[in-house]
Nanobody, 119 residues
């Protein structure tokens, strides 16, 4: 049974930083690309960042490029999202997903973690 458990969300002021973590189990973590998505109130879920199985390739939505960094630790089966210079428009529920491949919808999703950025 695949489980993806996110943590690290919270309330932060604009310009601040948060680091999200996603612990994965039930899959061969090191074989899969991993992704982060987010969903703001009243909006559709959108792609935020993705990372290849090896960690050698990363992809970002234009809205977060230069501010967010995705990384992974294949020993700890964990994927991270470092979010810097946060903006109020980054407020959303953030979801971890797997397997992540460019252009395809992931099969597995975490329960989400709330990120709220105050102005």
């Amino acid at each position: 049974q695949v489980q993806l458990v996110e943590s690290g969300g919270g309330l932060v002021q604009a310009g601040g930083s948060l680091r999200l973590s996603c612990a994965a189990s039930g899959l061969t973590f090191s074989s899969y690309g991993m992704g982060w998505f987010r969903q703001a109130p009243g909006k559709e879920r959108e792609f935020v960042a993705g990372i290849s199985w090896s960690g050698s390739s990363t992809y970002y939505a234009d809205s977060v490029k230069g501010r967010f960094t995705i990384s992974r630790g294949n020993v700890k089966n964990t994927v991270y999202l470092q979010m810097n210079r946060l903006k109020p428009e980054d407020t959303a529920v953030y979801y971890c997903s797997a397997p992540w491949v460019v252009g395809l919808s992931p099969t597995y999703w975490g329960q989400g973690t709330q990120v709220t950025v105050s102005s």
